[in-house]
């Protein structure tokens, strides 16, 4: 008898929260607008260089220690 009574307690309360909020508005997704811009800077370039230069210098300064 506790079975059944804590499985309808269980359904009961499931079924309240499944209607909850009522029905909502179909979301409707607008054309993707694209601006023009100006192209980019080239900084990637020159990130990567600063970059390189700065694992070479790391590399030509280590020592061996002995």
Known sequence: MKKVMTIAVVLGLSAGTAFAGGMSDPMVEGDPVVVAGPAGSGNGALIGGLLLLG????AAGSSSGT
């Open 55 to 58: 694992i070479a210098a790391a």
